[in-house]
């Protein structure tokens, strides 16, 4: 179905082929028509499935419909799209700029982490749609008494992620600051009993759109190397000298095993930085932007970044340790395959992370194959550094620091080891 068919304001269509979208994705093809007649929408789809667009592009169309001239700038406000994290606020934005460039609406993002003075600024001069984290929002509420009076659409994205970070009263709380008359969607990966909860407080007579279940993308690739937890950064430097890999995201359940990895990483010179919620937005910022830039070869991240990035051609991520939450694999192999480009993702798997592989591989729907990498197999002899560590302490592995073993540990000498450069 094309997008010309849906309804949409000829304003846009120009925005929309040089976005490169040709063909309505599932979840758009459902979701666009409902809110362009201003019905409630509680939505599941899976992130790579086009969802920002889905309801992106049904509320620019409302926003045209009124002229921009006959607004006061506190009355502009019409559009308040609430997310989880400060990334997925940025993309979203961007991509509302993107499909907004020939029109005269205008869009802003605030969240934590960056200063207040200039969003405030922002929002005083006039913006036709915010995206905004709950702190930041509450915060400038608290503040600079924002009023959401204006606001008639309301956008609640990744609310199953929304209620783990306990943002529920948050939610709840915008719903009586906005206009009475609002219509509202809310878009999840999952249909939990908290979601359908949280929807039956927040939506009116609700139209339900359930696009994909929890599956992984046909054209990515996904293996699994069985190794020693202590042997899992030694293996994942191997496989990126080996195959002379440029851009690899890899994923950790904790920020300790990131910074760990990281130290391990540059031992072999391997440019990677590290990705997670105890580093400033700058720093996250930079270091998103030096990897999408090819200036780093490995992005290390916690799932804080497993949903809401979008980088374009990511061809593989790994997944250094499976996840807690078997959703999140879902989440984190959706960073590669994307817009119908082939993606690969390896998970190193140790002995003791073969029962939640097996979770994983129920919620997918599929058996994944298991590869032992030819000297890592079982009772393989252990380097030296290795040999007293535990293998049911993995966070433990990375102790030495750049040029100070600890006690009774062979000085590392693998500088430059794997490291290869571009050709």
Not at 13 to 37: E, M
Not at 304 to 309: D, F, I, P, S, W
């Amino acid at each position: 179905m094309s997008f010309t068919s849906l309804g949409l304001s000829p304003l846009l269509f120009d925005a929309i082929n040089q976005s490169g979208y040709h063909t309505a994705t599932p979840v758009q093809q459902a979701v666009i028509p409902l809110a362009l007649n201003g019905q409630d929408v509680l939505a599941s789809a899976e992130t790579g499935t086009g969802k920002t667009a889905a309801f992106a592009l049904p509320l620019l169309h409302h926003l045209l419909q009124q002229p921009i001239e006959a607004l006061s700038p506190a009355a502009r406000l019409r559009v308040l799209i609430m997310t989880p994290t400060r990334e997925l606020a940025i993309q979203i934005e961007q991509n509302l700029v993107k499909y907004a460039q020939f029109t005269e609406l205008s869009s802003l993002a605030v969240y934590g982490g960056a200063s207040i003075n200039p969003q405030r600024k922002a929002l005083e001069q006039g913006v036709d749609v915010l995206v905004a984290t709950p702190g930041r929002l509450f915060d400038i509420i608290g503040q600079h008494e924002l009023d959401l009076s204006s606001v008639t659409h309301l956008v609640i994205d990744e609310a199953d992620r929304m209620l783990d970070l306990g943002f529920v009263k948050d939610i709840e709380k915008v719903k009586r600051l906005i206009a009475k008359q609002h219509h509202t969607m809310m878009f999840s990966a999952t249909f939990s009993d908290d979601v359908k909860s949280l929807a039956a407080n927040m939506l009116n007579q609700p139209e339900y759109v359930h696009v994909e279940t929890q599956t992984t993308a046909a054209n990515v690739s996904q293996q699994v190397y069985k190794v020693d937890a202590r042997r899992k950064a030694e293996l994942l430097s191997e496989l990126i000298g080996k195959h002379n890999w440029q851009q690899v995201m890899v994923f950790t359940s904790r920020k300790e095993t990131a910074e760990h990895l990281y130290r391990e990483l540059s031992l072999d010179g391997i440019k990677s930085a590290v990705f997670h919620g105890d580093k400033s937005q700058g720093a996250r910022n930079r270091a998103l932007e030096e990897f999408k830039a090819g200036q780093l070869r490995v992005l290390i991240a916690t799932d804080l970044a497993a949903r809401g990035l979008d980088i374009q051609a990511l061809p593989r991520v790994i997944n250094f340790e499976l996840p807690e939450e078997c959703e999140d694999y879902v989440h984190r192999v959706g960073r590669t395959g994307r817009a119908g480009l082939a993606g690969e993702a390896i998970s190193l798997v140790s002995p003791q992370e073969l029962e939640l592989l097996a979770e994983i591989e129920q919620l997918i729907g599929r058996k994944l194959t298991i590869f032992t990498p030819k000297g890592y197999e079982e009772g393989a002899p252990l380097p030296a550094r290795y040999r007293d560590v535990s293998p049911d302490k993995p966070k433990k592995v990375f102790k030495h620091k750049r040029g100070k073993p600890s006690q009774g540990e062979a000085k590392p000498t693998r500088k430059g080891k794997y490291a290869k450069t571009k050709k």
